[in-house]
Every structure is written in C-alpha cells, then in structure tokens.
C-alpha cells in the first residue's frame, strides 16, 4: 500500500477495554495480570501461531494508543468523506 499511497501506515491491534468509571483497583489488577499472561513463553508461542506480536503495556499507554489511533483514522474518514449509513 505505502507503494501506491506515500506516507500509508496501517497496523492491528487488539486490546482490552473496561468501562470508562471502572475503579482504578481493578484496572490495575487487570493490568497486572493480562501483562502477565502476555510474558507468560506458553501465550507468547500462542500467539505467534496466529503471526501476532504481544505488547504489553500499562493502562495509560493503551490509553493513549487509543486515543492516537482514534485522532488518526477521525483525520483519515474525514479526508475520504465516509459517512455513516
């Protein structure tokens, strides 16, 4: 794509969401626990069967991805003028 299209840059990413009032005690807990499971050698083997790449990071930053990612596409829907149908 970046061949036809300079400058294009696409990835994919899953993550895990909680609701935006969720007590900051289970976010952490949350926290500590999937990015355990992300270091765990049996997940990360998983994971690669399916050519994903784990990374893990605090709440915060997948906060801030988010929120990245939400002002880039915003800025790419409006440029192409896609309209909800």
Do not use: C, H
């Not at 007590?23 to 690669?48: F, G, Y």
């Not at 994903?52 to 990245?68: K, Y």
């Amino acid at each position: 794509m970046a061949e036809v299209i300079p400058g294009y840059e696409a990835s994919l990413w899953d993550g895990f969401g909680v609701p935006r009032n969720t007590p900051a005690e289970i976010v952490d807990k949350l926290d500590k626990e999937i990015n355990a499971a992300l270091a765990d050698p049996k997940v990360k083997a998983r994971l690669a069967d399916f050519g994903a790449s784990p990374m893990p990071m605090a709440a915060s930053e997948f906060r801030g991805l988010v929120d990245d990612q939400t002002k880039k596409w915003a800025k790419v829907i409006a440029a192409a003028g896609i309209k909800v149908e």
